[in-house]
């Protein structure tokens, strides 16, 4: 079974600071990880997400997350962060040979607090 | 920019009573999913669904639940009697072929009282 762990309930970041959020997960075959994001009474936005190749990933918003496979982690990072940033950050992931039907298995989320 | 839209926004329901949430998937796309998300706990996955067939399903997605691709463009999921521990946020998704992230609608928020 796969599964994400997203160890922070809350991230608080002072704005122009970097920011990181944390995402491991296990998959018994190759991972395809991903991040979306949840604005309040909205639906989850994709913001990237990592097949193959380089193992940093640049994705929406200046976001970008690099993979780890020795540390099974997908951390999302971003250089200098916004208020607008201020949101419910969810780490995915779903096992490469199980193809389009699969579902995925998401964290259980990340709050960011960028604070002016 | 396409998007996955969802109605009603909002569904207010009695326990025991049958409701259907209505997706629209973007139109290119060939996969089909349901997620739910319990006020303040993950998105979990409920169905997969294509070719006008379920796909995978999870262990939440039970008897009371079905789902239909009724016509071209419209993507329901049917819940036959609702409970109250069914009150939760949906969301819909869909995937194009060949891609691999998927893009989720807005949701329908579900209260069964």
């Known amino acids: 079974a796969q599964s994400v762990a997203q160890p922070e309930d809350q991230v608080n970041v002072a704005e122009g600071n970097p920011l990181t959020v944390k995402c491991t997960y296990s998959?018994?075959?190759?991972?395809?990880l991903f991040w979306y994001v949840q604005y309040p009474n909205r639906g989850l936005q994709f913001l990237l997400k990592?097949?193959?190749?380089?193992?940093l990933v640049k994705g929406s918003y200046g976001f970008e997350a690099e993979f780890n496979k020795s540390q099974t982690s997908f951390h999302l990072k971003k250089p200098s962060a916004l208020v607008s940033d201020s949101a419910l950050y969810f780490c995915?992931?779903?096992?490469?040979?199980?193809?389009?039907?699969?579902?995925?298995?998401f964290g259980k989320g990340t709050h960011l607090i960028i604070q002016p | 920019e396409p998007e996955v839209t969802q109605t009603p926004s909002h569904q207010v329901t009695q326990m025991g009573q049958e409701v259907i949430l209505r997706c629209v998937p973007i139109?290119?796309?060939?996969?089909f999913y349901w997620y739910r998300q319990i006020l303040g706990q993950k998105v979990e996955f409920l169905v997969s669904?294509?070719?006008?067939?379920?796909?995978?399903k999870s262990e939440i997605f039970d008897d009371q639940f079905s789902v239909e691709r009724p016509d071209g463009s419209n993507f329901t999921l049917k819940i036959r009697s609702t409970k109250l521990e069914d009150s939760a946020m949906y969301f819909c998704?869909?995937?194009?072929?060949?891609?691999?992230?998927?893009?989720f609608g807005p949701g329908t928020r579900l209260t069964v009282t």
């Open positions: 669904f294509y070719n006008n067939e379920i796909s995978e």
């Open positions: 998959v018994s075959g190759n991972p395809y």
């Open positions: 990592y097949i193959t190749g380089d193992n």
């Open positions: 998704a869909s995937l194009q072929q060949g891609a691999s992230e998927q893009y």
């Open positions: 995915a992931v779903r096992d490469e040979r199980r193809g389009g039907a699969d579902g995925l298995t």
């Open positions: 139109s290119n796309h060939l996969y």
